[in-house]
């Protein structure tokens, strides 16, 4: 199977993604490191055992990491997400312990300890753990399988700023340091995750499975889906984060081009801004596979496919 890390901050779209990795057994979950992002760190880290617990995986180790972007203040996204983070069903407290170890020193860890090229980062939040790692232990970086991450956007613009995405405008600076470190990169950005839209049908399909799992993920996804549908006329709610999960299973499912992607970290009109050169107007060399779409029901079939495993 293949080794990952899950970087997260639950979040309902992370909590499916967090699932669909748990119920694939060609992926074997090392640990999951909790970042600041959607909510504070001390609901992050709590909702990712939430999680574990649900899948019945108590065995797989949750971490704690860094509870501020590198130089900024915390922006959070209750208006999205609730003020759990997991707003939705009703959630009881995890009883599983959250591990000593510092996310941070986890992840560098781990990447010293398995042979090189056989760990794969799946990062579903700001990008501060990864890029604490990186700028403590640069050994690390040439030891990355491989980044998967959610982030950024290109025709779809922004969603938190007109031209920023959640997850990097949260930490541009770390986004900034990841995008250009040189491990291999894969971004799913909104261009495809708008595509990823739970509509009726697609939530019906998770109430059919007739289990806890399948229900509180429509829950879950009735409850954030109401942001979407108010401000892009969606129809249903994006599942951002599940996609870089269902890439590692499935490749073919997504389409993009291996391009120079960087981020602004100067200019506050259009900071966190994923600057892709998608028509290769420079020569700057190409950084990271952007992708630009994705065979939504292929992915929903995957997901639903799996999740009702749980
Ligand atoms: C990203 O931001 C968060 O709100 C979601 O969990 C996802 O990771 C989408 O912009
Ligand atoms: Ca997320």
């Not at 909590?15 to 909510?39: K, R």
């Not at 108590?58 to 509870?67: H, I, L, R, S």
């Not at 300890?113 to 700001?126: D, I, N, Y």
């Amino acid at each position: 199977a293949r080794k990952i890390i899950i970087d997260t901050d639950p979040g309902q779209d992370d909590a499916v993604a967090i699932l669909l990795a748990l119920a694939s057994p060609e992926l074997e979950v090392l640990g999951l490191t909790a970042v600041a992002g959607n909510v504070p760190l001390p609901l992050t880290q709590k909702n990712a055992r939430i999680v574990c617990e649900l899948a019945g995986r108590t065995d797989v180790p949750v971490f704690a990491g860094c509870e501020a972007p590198l130089s900024r203040k915390l922006v959070t996204a209750e208006h999205v997400h609730g003020k759990t983070g997991l707003d939705g069903p009703q959630l009881t407290d995890p009883s599983m312990p959250l591990q000593d170890t510092h996310a941070v020193d986890f992840i560098i860890d781990t990447l010293r300890a398995e042979p090189e090229g056989t760990v794969t980062l799946c990062v579903l939040g700001p990008l501060t753990n990864i890029a604490t790692a990186f700028r403590r232990a640069p050994d690390i970086i040439p030891r990355v399988q491989e980044i998967v991450l959610m982030g950024g956007a290109y025709f779809e613009v922004g969603n938190i700023t007109p031209t920023a995405e959640f997850n990097i405008y949260v930490d541009p600076e770390a986004a900034a340091e990841v995008f250009a470190a040189g491990a291999p990169l894969v971004v799913m950005p909104l261009d495809v995750t708008h595509k990823a839209l739970t509509t009726q049908a697609r939530v019906d399909g998770f109430k059919a499975m007739g289990t806890r799992v399948g229900d509180m993920v429509a829950a879950w996804t009735n409850f954030f889906e109401r942001f979407d549908k108010e401000k892009y006329g969606s129809a249903g709610a994006p599942l951002h984060d599940p996609c870089v999960i269902a890439y590692l299973l499935q490749p073919d499912l997504f389409s993009g081009r291996h391009i120079n992607v960087m981020v602004e970290i100067g200019s506050d009109l259009t900071l966190g801004m994923t600057v892709a050169d998608w028509w290769r107007v420079t020569k700057r060399p190409a950084n990271a596979m952007f992708m630009g779409d994705i065979d939504a029901d292929g992915f929903f079939a995957l997901l639903t496919d799996r999740l009702a495993r749980l």
